[in-house]
């Protein structure tokens, strides 16, 4: 237990001030006091992997390390679609996940918020669209926001989620 | 019966690793080519069908066997109008579900397999096979839903639990289908496929210049490997040699993604076994990992860094510097949390004896990588068949004879201070010179196979040439379709809410499986 201490003690906190991650720190002063704004309490996300590669997984996970400290700036991951307020879609959806998918939407309450995460959710990235991919979510489900990238970057995330919370009031939910 | 193999040809393989190719042209030789691996001592390592009735109206079935010291593949072309071949189930376990795909996508059948759909989930109708050539590649379908055949367990207070394919957390989807009694399984039956999108037929639509960016998306966590694996492929179909630096830049990258790959399952697996110190520590050093990346490589996850000729870009300058002076603090980081895990009596309790697979069943199975050196197999192509620079490297094997949860945790520990060591020596001698060169189209009808030792296990890609540049057919193995089975026999026995940890101590690629 000591060397466990000592070694936090080492560390320090590490979502105190670090020169390189201010972007980040300033993404989630902004995200924290609009969440306030918006949902007026902690952000419920649900993740759900409509058939990606696991690369944007990768950098979905890193939004819990210590750097980001997501849970501190309002956000939970939660376990099931019924407690979330959002939920965050990665991968072309494969037609194999189709029907999760749908039901995954289903069973979220309303109002509910959607982020496409990657290139593969945005257009179905590299795989493109054939018998087995249906390529963007929103072909499947309506989006609210789309993130770029492959895999888009934790602090890219981060704004995704912050800009959906932002159009929250006045999103259309038509595809 | 008289050896087969006097009437099989051989001709030479083109891959980054020893082998041989041979032709069977008889199905009594592809049957007994795969008696005489089994008696060797291979492993079946992947399984592929072709559509070749344009050229000579055969279908071909291809294996790859591994052998500690070479591949062997071997190819059967299918007697014209013939939709079968002798199955390989009874002598390697392993090629049920890999079967089970060739029937899925090409429509070739194992005589005495599974008949049972893998891939195809109703998606598309039984008759419609993606890889053969007469399939148009705009063909949509609408959905057939059927229940999935899970093989029943009955027997007094069994019950089942039905877990997926969307799970608790940020995972990849996948069903599981528990039969227990109490809260010890009896059974572990999984039903994959579910990201399943079509690779192999999208190959097809690619140029060989571009397949790379689709390698290097098959399972985002080994990018670097199975973007590797597919420029030596193609390196080796088109008679390419890759300069020094850039062979050198390229084990880099593969040893920082297997680094960046064990951080994060340590600090998950000791998340799992109720010590979340060790997922704070553990991801922050994963971070500052994946952010020296980003200021070397030009992205956090170097997806694209790996190129047929070479790699996309040199280091910065500087950049070697920075990165062994990281490299020197993340060692020491890990050092000292290696000894916290070591002698933290709660996480060991959990890891001890959880998940246990012992060695000759690890064997019979066919496991592959980290799982089976954790099982006492002490396989690893850079150790066995080490391809340029890992000649010059001389790695260290991390092998371990337990078995379990705890032995896992253990070969990552080693695994990731000896890549550490790599990237040291690698940084610090890097050769002077070009990071690329041209590589032209390869020869039509040419078949080069790519074979890189990833995080998890061996990756392969094996490609089929096509004229002017063209990919005729691309098939990618992941070891995850070996290792998959594992687990169904290492949870046997252990309690239910054990799963999420034995599982992570796998860390299976679900989309690498699927294609
Ligand atoms: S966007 Fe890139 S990282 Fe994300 S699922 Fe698609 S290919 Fe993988």
Redesign the pocket.
């Known amino acids: 237990m000591l060397e466990v201490l000592k070694r936090i003690a080492r560390g320090g906190v590490l979502s105190e001030p670090l020169p390189t991650a201010d972007e980040v720190r300033r993404e989630q002063g902004r995200l924290q006091s609009s969440l306030l704004e918006v949902v007026g309490r902690a952000l419920c996300i649900r993740h759900v992997d409509a058939g990606?590669?696991?690369?944007?997984e990768l950098e979905i996970h890193a939004l819990n390390n210590p750097y980001y400290n997501l849970e501190g700036a309002g956000i939970r991951f939660v376990a099931s679609p019924r407690h979330a307020d959002l939920l965050l879609v990665?991968?072309?959806v494969s037609v194999n996940m189709e029907e999760a998918l749908r039901r995954t939407y289903d069973a979220t309450p309303d109002p509910k918020l959607v982020v496409a995460?990657?290139?593969?959710?945005a257009c179905g990235?590299?795989?493109g669209e054939s018998y087995a991919s249906l390529g963007s979510i929103a072909k499947v489900i309506p989006v609210d926001v789309t993130v770029p990238?492959?895999?888009?970057t934790p602090v890219a995330i981060l704004q995704g989620i912050l800009g959906a919370t932002r159009k929250a009031p006045s999103r259309g939910r038509n595809p | 019966m008289a050896p087969a193999s006097s009437a099989v040809k051989a001709v030479p393989l083109l891959a980054n690793v020893r082998g041989r190719r041979l032709l069977a042209p008889e199905r009594e030789q592809w049957s007994g080519m795969a008696e005489s691996m089994k008696a060797g001592g291979a492993g079946l390592l992947a399984l592929w069908g072709t559509d070749d009735r344009d050229r000579d109206g055969c279908f071909r079935i291809h294996a790859a066997y591994l052998l500690p010291d070479e591949v062997v593949l071997v190819e059967h072309a299918l007697p014209a109008g013939s939709e079968s071949y002798p199955g390989l189930g009874p002598l390697f376990p392993v090629a049920g579900r890999l079967q089970r795909s060739v029937a899925d996508l090409l429509g070739l059948r194992a005589e005495g397999g599974d008949e049972r759909g893998w891939l195809r989930h109703g998606g598309w109708p039984e008759t419609f096979f993606p890889l053969r050539r007469d399939s148009p590649a705009t063909a949509r379908f609408a959905r057939i839903s059927a229940p999935y055949p899970f093989v029943a367990v009955s027997g007094d207070g069994v019950h089942e639990i039905p877990v997926g394919p969307v799970h608790a957390g940020t995972i990849e989807p996948g069903n599981f289908r528990f039969s227990v009694v109490g809260e010890k399984v009896l059974r572990l039956e999984e039903r994959l496929g579910y990201t399943h999108k079509g690779v192999a037929r999208r190959f097809e639509q690619l140029s060989q210049s571009e397949g790379q960016r689709l390698a290097a998306?098959l399972s985002?966590d080994s990018a670097v490997a199975f973007s590797w694996a597919y420029c030596a492929a193609l390196e080796a179909v088109t008679g390419v040699a890759v300069p020094p630096r850039a062979a050198a830049l390229r084990a880099l990258v593969l040893e920082r993604e297997r680094i960046a790959n064990h951080l994060g399952d340590l600090g998950a697996l000791g998340n799992d076994a109720g010590f979340a110190f060790g997922l704070a520590q553990f991801s922050r050093l994963k971070e500052d990992l994946l952010r020296a990346n980003a200021q070397a490589l030009g992205a956090r996850?170097p997806?694209d860094f790996v190129v047929p000729g070479g790699v996309a870009r040199d280091l910065p300058a500087g950049a070697p510097a920075a990165l062994t002076t990281q490299l020197g603090a993340l060692e020491t980081a890990i050092t000292e949390l290696r000894r916290i895990y070591d002698d933290h009596p709660g996480l060991q309790d959990r890891f001890r004896e959880a998940g246990r697979l012992e060695r000759e069943l690890a064997g019979t199975l066919g496991a592959l990588g980290l799982a089976a050196r954790a099982s006492g197999l002490g396989r690893d192509l850079r150790v066995d068949q080490p391809w340029p620079p890992y000649d010059r490297l001389a790695p260290k094997l991390a092998v371990r004879t337990e078995g379990d949860v705890a032995a896992r945790v253990q070969v990552r520990f080693d695994e990731v201070l000896e890549s550490i060591r790599l990237c040291r020596l690698l940084l610090d001698g890097l050769p002077d010179g070009a990071t690329g060169v041209e590589v032209p189209a390869a020869e039509p009808d040419r078949l080069g196979i790519g074979l890189i030792e990833g995080w998890r296990g061996p990756v392969l890609i094996a490609l089929h040439a096509g004229p002017g540049g063209a990919i005729r057919r691309c098939h990618p193995h992941d070891p995850s379709c070996q290792n998959w089975p594992l687990l169904e026999f290492a949870i046997l026995g252990n309690i239910v809410p054990d799963f999420p940890l034995i599982n992570k101590s796998f860390n299976l690629s679900y989309s690498g499986q699927d294609g």
């Open positions: 990606s590669c696991n690369g944007c990665t991968g072309p995460v990657g290139d593969c959710g990235g590299v795989f990238g492959c895999p888009p | 998306r985002g996850y997806f």
